[in-house]
């Protein structure tokens, strides 16, 4: 079945440390986002990609930054710069013509 | 980046009660679709609606698009304790376009039994 996969589900590290969320579609989307979510917060976008080798910022870029050097494929990494990295990670991806996005399960990021 | 302003933020309510929430934006959109986040998950595409004035079912879900295309509705009939989560509007601009969704702020949904 097609989806979206997001690994790991549950990613711990010591700050200042750089990490990086995987994040993988067979759908053959052109489109991928990256989504943040503090709890009982809504989804604030981080980047989107809307074909291979090109990627914008979203509205909260600072401290992050991504790579699409594949299509099916839109790592994240959270650099050592974000200043409050804990947060719930979402993962999204979406085709020209269709309607909605489809989500991953997200990754869940604490630093201590 | 705008979010859609949804209300209530967060609603308690008994097992069998049924539920309303509404989205509103300052913007015009093409599209209205309500996604749902269960704890610890993505959001799951629950109802999209594509003309206003539709109103559309599935299921013990209602959704309406507003006339005035800047606002949307969702109902939920006779809750159960799966229905827990959070429930997210988004508006999305012309198909095809390279632009993107916009989400509301979230209704959390709490139901007790």
């Known amino acids: 079945d097609g989806g979206i996969t997001q690994s790991p589900k549950y990613l711990f590290r010591k700050e200042g440390q750089n990490v990086t969320l995987s994040c993988e579609q067979n759908l053959n989307h052109d489109a991928m986002y990256w989504y943040r979510q503090d709890p009982g917060q809504g989804l604030r976008l981080i980047y989107y990609s809307q074909i291979v080798n090109d990627f914008q910022k979203g509205d909260i870029a600072e401290g992050y930054s991504v790579s699409r050097e594949k299509k099916e494929s839109f790592p994240l990494t959270v650099t050592s710069a974000q200043k409050n990295p804990t947060a719930f990670y979402l993962c999204a991806s979406s085709n020209w013509g269709d309607y909605g996005y489809t989500f991953g399960s997200g990754t869940r990021l604490t630093v201590v | 980046g705008q979010q859609l302003n949804q209300s209530p933020q967060s609603m308690f309510i008994q097992e069998g009660e049924d539920v309303s929430m509404n989205c509103t934006s300052s913007?015009?959109?093409?599209?209205w679709l309500w996604y749902k986040q269960d704890p610890g998950e993505g959001p799951v595409l629950l109802i999209a609606?594509?003309?206003?004035?539709e109103l559309t079912s599935n299921g013990r879900l209602t959704a309406q698009f507003g006339i005035t295309r800047k606002d949307s509705f969702l109902n939920i009939s006779a809750s159960i304790p799966s229905d827990v989560g959070i429930y997210f509007c988004a508006g999305q601009p012309p198909a095809g376009t390279a632009s993107k969704l916009t989400f509301g702020t979230g209704t959390r949904l709490q139901v007790t039994l």
């Open positions: 609606l594509y003309k206003a004035g």
């Open positions: 913007s015009i959109f093409n599209t």
